[in-house]
């Protein structure tokens, strides 16, 4: 499986490079799912812009980053540009309960502006 990690403080970039997300890498990339998680990578962007197909199993991977995330992260889904990968997310509903936003760029904003939130909140509490 071809990837490329950019690790900064605040978020973490996955970038898959593959034309398909299926059964036969889909187990490895939920490795690497577990494995950031367990570095502590709080934030997590999953780049898709390479990707143009995606089975059960490859949304099944990106399902467990999300719940991996869940506990005050957050995981991010973003270059969902190509139309194959678009319907199968839409079929499934999966637009209801991931985060997707259309860029990296936007993504790293999102990641910044939810980061600021938490800060204010806990000032707030003090």
Do not use: C
């Not at 593959?18 to 494995?35: D, H």
């Not at 995606?54 to 991010?76: E, K, P």
């Not at 999966?94 to 985060?99: A, G, N």
Request: proline share 2%; aromatic share 8%.
């Amino acid at each position: 499986m071809k990837y490329n990690v950019d690790k900064q403080e605040k978020y973490t970039l996955f970038s898959l490079d593959e034309e398909t997300l299926n059964s036969s890498n889909a187990p490895n990339l939920k490795s690497e799912f577990v494995i950031l998680k367990n570095e502590g990578t709080k934030n997590l962007i999953l780049d898709l812009s390479s990707v143009k197909f995606v089975d059960s199993s490859g949304l099944s991977a990106i399902l467990t980053a999300n719940r991996l995330w869940q506990d005050g992260g957050s995981f991010i889904v973003t270059g969902v540009a190509h139309e194959n990968v678009q319907k199968l997310i839409t079929i499934s509903r999966l637009e209801t309960v991931l985060k997707i936003i259309p860029t990296v760029s936007e993504s790293i904003d999102f990641v910044f502006m939810e980061e600021l939130e938490k800060d204010l909140k806990s000032d707030d509490k003090e």
